[in-house]
Nanobody
Framework: QVQLVESGGGLVQAGGSLRLSCVAS????????MGWFRQAPGKEREFVAV????????DYAGSVKGRFTISRDNAKNTVYLQMNSLKPEDTAVYSC????????????????????WGQGTQVTVSS
């Protein structure tokens, strides 16, 4: 059972930056797809970004492309989400997720593709 723990959320002014971290348990972190999702009050969970296992490739939601960067440090079992040029509409609970089995990249924007979830960390962007 993979366990995920996020950190790094907080309150920031519009235009500012935050870096979220997610530490995963388990011996095979480099084989996991690692995703970030967010959920604002009254809205559905939304895909933000995914880091493909081992390849270094990543995909992003259109709303964050060019502002957010996902990266992973396999030696530390950690995935990061660097968020720059934050906007009030980025306010949400951000959760990391892990997919442990092989899957087509087509599905990685779907929450249902992931096996494990962290508890989430609040990001609030003030205007």
């Amino acid at each position: 059972q993979v366990q995920l723990v996020e950190s790094g959320g907080g309150l920031v002014q519009a235009g500012g930056s935050l870096r979220l971290s997610c530490v995963a348990s388990g011996p095979s972190f480099s084989s996991y797809y690692m995703g970030w999702f967010r959920q604002a009050p009254g809205k559905e969970r939304e895909f933000v970004a995914v880091a493909y296992r081992s390849s270094g490739s990543a995909d992003y939601a259109g709303s964050v492309k060019g502002r957010f960067t996902i990266s992973r440090d396999n030696a530390k079992n950690t995935v990061y989400l660097q968020m720059n040029s934050l906007k009030p509409e980025d306010t949400a609970v951000y959760s990391c997720a892990a997919r442990t089995l092989s899957i087509s990249g087509t599905y990685l924007a779907r929450p249902s593709a992931y096996d494990a979830w962290g508890q989430g960390t609040q990001v609030t962007v003030s205007s």
